[in-house]
């Protein structure tokens, strides 16, 4: 069966300083890969998606970009964070026109 | 451009009400897919129901049931007999076919069962 992995679950990072958030899945390959952010008490905001290695499609423009280094690792990075970069940051999977399955999300605060 | 709406920020209701929750969508393809999904307090999200743009029929699950209505593009869903687990952000969602894999969420509305 099919698992997504998403770490860390919180993380408190200085502003100005670097980020780097990881998900992986298991069971599954060639799968869709996302990453979306909810600012606390909105709604879901896709910030990057990514269709296979090395294609990353980015939909809001920011001081955060997206890799893929291997086809089912998908990491989102900053090189100096913001304050308005705190949120709840969910990484997701599917297969083409599928389901989408989350991780558990990591809880990101800047201070 | 492919965009959802749930204009319902929050709803209230007392237990054992039903309750509906609005999605509207815009997409120009013909072939696409709707989702709801649940996201409780502790923040995951949980699938609900998948349909495709060819299956308008609608569908029952227990107390949940959807109504999709593509000449008002909209995928309602409502609870009946609410219960206090109800409560959660239920976000409904829309990803085109075919070339275009973004997967695009509405705002969420936030349902409060009150017992």
């Known amino acids: 069966s099919q698992t997504i992995h998403q770490w860390p679950a919180t993380l408190v990072q200085p502003v100005g300083s670097p980020l780097s958030l990881e998900c992986t899945v298991e069971?599954?390959?060639?799968?869709?890969l996302y990453w979306y952010r909810q600012a606390a008490g909105r709604g879901l905001q896709l910030l990057f998606y990514?269709?296979?290695?090395?294609?990353i499609s980015s939909e809001v423009p920011q001081n955060l970009s997206a890799s893929r280094p291997q086809d089912r690792q998908f990491i989102l990075s900053s090189k100096k964070l913001l304050l308005s970069d705190s949120g709840f940051y969910l990484c997701?999977?599917?297969?083409?026109?599928?389901?989408?399955?989350f991780g558990q999300g990591t809880r990101l605060t800047v201070v | 451009a492919q965009k959802v709406t749930q204009a319902q920020t929050e709803i209230s209701v007392v237990e054992k009400e039903d309750v509906t929750l609005d999605c509207v969508y815009e997409?120009?393809?013909?072939?696409?897919?709707l989702f709801w999904y649940k996201q409780p307090p502790s923040g995951e999200l949980v699938f609900l129901i998948r349909?495709?743009?060819?299956?308008?029929q609608n569908e029952i699950s227990g107390r949940y049931s959807w109504n999709f209505q593509k000449s008002t593009s909209s995928f309602n869903f409502t609870i009946t007999a609410s219960q206090v687990v109800d409560s959660a952000v239920y976000f409904c969602?829309?990803?085109?076919?075919?070339?275009?894999?973004?997967?695009?969420f509405g705002t969420g509305t936030r349902l409060t069962i009150i017992p």
């Open positions: 069971g599954t390959s060639n799968p869709n």
């Open positions: 990514s269709v296979g290695i090395g294609q």
């Open positions: 997409t120009r393809d013909t072939t696409y897919y």
């Open positions: 349909r495709n743009s060819f299956d308008e």
């Open positions: 969602a829309l990803s085109e076919n075919f070339g275009n894999e973004k997967l695009t």
């Open positions: 997701a999977w599917r297969a083409q026109g599928r389901i989408a399955f």
